[in-house]
């Protein structure tokens, strides 16, 4: 969830909590009239359900690594509510695990934002590939969440790009504005500012469905760190 969406829901709730203290010690009943009690019960209740949802979606919301994403908000029986917390909190779609699971960062392992301008380096130890039945992709998105022109056209990698493992049968997929030299099929070009990173696994194994699975951070490379 943005420091932004958080500063917000605290403004809105500070606002609620002000006029709930007014109306209950400082005002006058009598002096009340009908048309600004409704007007003032609406703005409270749209204030109100605004902070609650913003609760739930932080207590929902699971982060690892800077990799934020949220479990079960698809199930049959989750309320309207209930997947306007999750949103508001994880702007990603609405399914069930064993469908498909979304995680998003902004931020490399030791919660910097992530930057065009450093070169960033994701490595998945032998056999930690996200586990699947169907596919995974790593996509990248400027700081509005759109694709990155680049000259190879290409806007994610994952298990069907021809990623190259290492000798050990590791993988590292290379995040940054120039192409690696000598890992270009691993590259995924970054933009010049911020971006945001999502990572997709469709039809998950186990291992995400019952939440062992970890995914790994991003991390400065150690080719140029800044």
Same mark, same amino acid.
């Given at each position: 969830?943005? !420091?932004?969406? #958080?500063?917000?829901?605290?403004?809105?709730?500070?606002?609620?909590?002000?006029?709930?203290? !007014?109306?209950?010690?400082?005002?006058?009943?009598? #002096?009340?009239?009908?048309?600004?009690?409704?007007?003032?019960?609406?703005?409270?209740?749209?204030?109100?359900? =605004?902070? #609650?949802?913003?609760?739930?979606g932080?207590?929902?919301? #699971?982060?690892?690594?800077?990799?934020?994403? /949220?479990?079960?908000? *698809?199930? +049959?029986?989750?309320? /309207?509510?209930?997947?306007?917390?999750?949103?508001?909190?994880? +702007?990603? %779609?609405i399914?069930? @695990?064993?469908?498909? /699971?979304?995680?998003?960062?902004?931020?490399?392992?030791? *919660?910097?934002? =992530?930057?065009?301008?450093?070169?960033?380096? /994701?490595?998945?130890? @032998?056999? !930690?590939?996200?586990?699947?039945?169907?596919?995974?992709?790593?996509?990248?998105?400027d700081?509005?969440?759109?694709?990155?022109?680049? @000259?190879?056209?290409?806007?994610?990698?994952? &298990?069907?790009?021809?990623?190259?493992?290492?000798? &050990?049968?590791?993988?590292?997929?290379?995040?940054q504005?120039q192409?690696?030299?000598?890992?270009?099929p691993?590259?995924?070009?970054? %933009?010049?500012?911020?971006?945001?990173?999502? =990572?997709?696994?469709? =039809? +998950?194994?186990?291992?995400?469905?019952?939440?062992?699975?970890?995914? +790994?951070?991003?991390?400065?490379?150690?080719? !140029?760190?800044i």
């Open positions: 969830m943005s !420091r932004i969406y #958080t500063y917000f829901g605290a403004l809105v709730g500070l606002v609620c909590a002000y006029f709930v203290v !007014r109306l209950v010690f400082f005002t006058d009943l009598t #002096t009340r009239t009908v048309p600004a009690d409704v007007l003032q019960g609406v703005l409270l209740g749209c204030g109100l359900a =605004l902070v #609650t949802a913003l609760i739930i932080r207590i929902r919301a #699971t982060t690892s690594h800077g990799w934020t994403t /949220m479990y079960g908000c *698809g199930r +049959p029986g989750n309320g /309207m509510f209930f997947r306007a917390a999750q949103a508001w909190a994880f +702007p990603g %779609p399914t069930v @695990p064993e469908e498909a /699971m979304y995680w998003r960062t902004t931020s490399d392992g030791s *919660g910097r934002t =992530l930057d065009g301008h450093r070169d960033y380096v /994701m490595h998945f130890e @032998p056999g !930690r590939l996200p586990p699947t039945t169907a596919f995974w992709s790593l996509t990248m998105g700081g509005r969440n759109r694709y990155v022109p680049n @000259p190879l056209d290409r806007y994610h990698v994952g &298990d069907r790009s021809g990623l190259v493992p290492n000798a &050990d049968g590791s993988v590292d997929v290379y995040i504005r192409a690696p030299v000598g890992h270009e691993n590259w995924l070009p970054a %933009p010049a500012g911020s971006f945001i990173l999502w =990572l997709r696994v469709y =039809l +998950p194994g186990r291992e995400i469905v019952e939440r062992t699975y970890s995914v +790994p951070p991003v991390e400065v490379s150690h080719a !140029r760190g």
